[in-house]
């Protein structure tokens, strides 16, 4: 049951909001609604019919005490042009079933049953005739008798104006109501919208506004936003520093072996150098994360046809498959290239050939490299994207590997885009599959 209330539960905060605004006010309604008609209307009708139970009975009293049917005709017309009453003697009992009323004239019901507790010799009551009379037939001395009867004397006329104020007044409020819950969950949008924002990279201007404890969550997230940002700042700063002092001895090594002679000695420690620049540049990527460029309007497909050109000059086996969708996303495309090439080198490096594709939704840019490799074990998936992971010995160990940086700084490019990168099997090439998804 309560899966079943929250499935029809409004998923936005502006219609839960309305809900539960509105639905107090709708019940409210419903039950004054209620009890007002069952106390009022229908008090005020069981009095008038009364008074018009008391006129009958009179009527009665008069016809049925005249000594012939002419003196009770001469008494039914001037007793019905006096009290307003349509009288007919005699008149033919209609063949009713019973009382005839439409199903929702509650006033109706209770007139019916205070005008016969009174008046035993009403045969019949026909309230659908006419929706503005009563056609009443009575039994007499001299036969039966039809009275007609304006509608106005046993209920209240226009009962419903009461409801349509009720409800217009139940709208007006609500419309109140809701301008100034709209003003109260204003803040929470943009906080929202700030937040989902500097998730994918960007940064929007934000001030905290609103009740007491959504401007504390402002300044919670202004602060946590300023502390991240100023940490990138410092990370960017030391790893400059770092990267040109790394970069100083690996120089002089270089120099240092050039001029001694050649042998398989010297040839090993080049190729020591040569990774450990390797390491540095790869490292030096991770961390950086593209931190100075900013996102801009970019035609992903563009993106993607440029990645499987520079790797086709490469001499690499990568083809451009299926593109589904059109538009630009707000992206930082040399990270996003960077995430990409390395997607494809590391299909490449564990498979022979490789295929990209490209698909564009509402609200995710995914980008699909697969390839027709080994693949990476379901269970070793989360950890082949932690840094500095070399999975290597399980995937193809013939052919050298990189220093486990490639995944870890695809998945990081795809965090800072509000998105992810996922890892599975794929079913065109039999290899691996890595999906990188960029929020739109």
């Known amino acids: 049951m309560g899966f079943r209330v929250k499935s029809w539960m409004p998923r936005g905060l502006y219609g839960r909001a309305a809900l539960i605004l509105i639905a107090p006010i709708v019940a409210i309604q419903l039950v ?45 017309a001037h007793l019905g042009a006096a009290l307003a009453m349509d009288v007919i003697l005699p008149s033919p009992l209609p063949s009713l079933s019973g ?23 009403i045969a019949g009551v026909d309230l659908q005739a006419d929706p ?110 770092v990267s040109h002092d790394l970069r100083t001895p690996l120089t002089r090594l270089k120099l240092g072996l050039a001029f001694l002679p050649e042998d398989d000695d010297t040839a090993a420690l080049t190729r020591d150098v040569q990774d450990m620049e390797r390491l540095v540049d790869e490292f030096l990527a991770f961390v950086r994360d593209e931190a100075g460029e900013e996102p801009v ?78 693949g990476i074990p379901k269970d070793r998936r989360e950890e082949a994207m932690q840094p500095f992971a070399r999975l290597d010995h399980a995937r193809n160990p013939n052919q050298g590997g990189g220093v486990g940086l490639g995944l870890a700084i695809t998945a990081d490019v795809a965090r800072a885009h509000g998105g992810m990168l996922r890892l599975g099997d794929s079913q065109r090439l039999g290899g691996l599959k890595a999906d990188l998804i960029l929020a739109r």
Not at 52 to 75: S, Y
Not at 181 to 192: E, G, S, V, Y
Not at 346 to 363: F, P
């Open 99 to 121: 009382d005839r009323r439409d199903i929702f004239d509650w006033s109706g019901g209770v007139m019916l049953v205070t005008l016969k507790e009174g008046v035993p010799k």
């Open 132 to 241: 503005r009379a009563v056609h009443l037939w009575l039994t007499t001395q001299h036969g039966p008798m039809r009275v007609q009867m304006s509608r106005s004397r046993f209920t209240v006329s226009n009962p419903h104006q009461l409801l349509v104020v009720m409800v217009a007044a139940s709208a007006f409020m609500t419309a109140v109501a809701f301008l100034f819950l709209r003003n109260q969950l204003m803040p929470i949008t943009r906080l929202a919208a700030a937040a989902e924002a500097f998730g994918k990279g960007q940064t929007v201007p934000y001030r905290p506004r609103g009740a007491r404890e959504v401007r504390a969550a402002g300044a919670a997230f202004l602060d946590m936003r300023s502390r991240i940002e100023r940490q990138i700042e410092q990370r960017t700063r030391l790893l400059s520093g």
């Open 32 to 76: 004054v609604s209620i009890i007002f008609i069952q106390r009022h209307f229908e008090g005020v009708t069981r009095q008038l019919s009364k008074g018009a139970m008391i006129e009958l009975r009179f009527v009665l009293a008069e016809i049925d005490a005249a000594p012939d049917i002419g003196t009770a005709q001469a008494r039914a």
């Open 297 to 374: 309007a970019s035609d992903p497909a563009t993106l993607v046809a440029q990645a499987v050109e520079n790797a086709g000059r490469m001499g690499l086996d990568v083809t451009l498959g299926q593109v589904e969708g059109e538009g630009s996303v707000r992206l930082r495309p040399q990270a996003v290239m960077r995430a990409l090439e390395n997607l494809i080198m590391n299909a490449v490096r564990h498979g022979s050939k490789a295929e990209v594709t490209l698909a564009l939704t509402d609200r995710t840019c995914r980008i699909t490299v697969e390839d027709d490799g080994p």
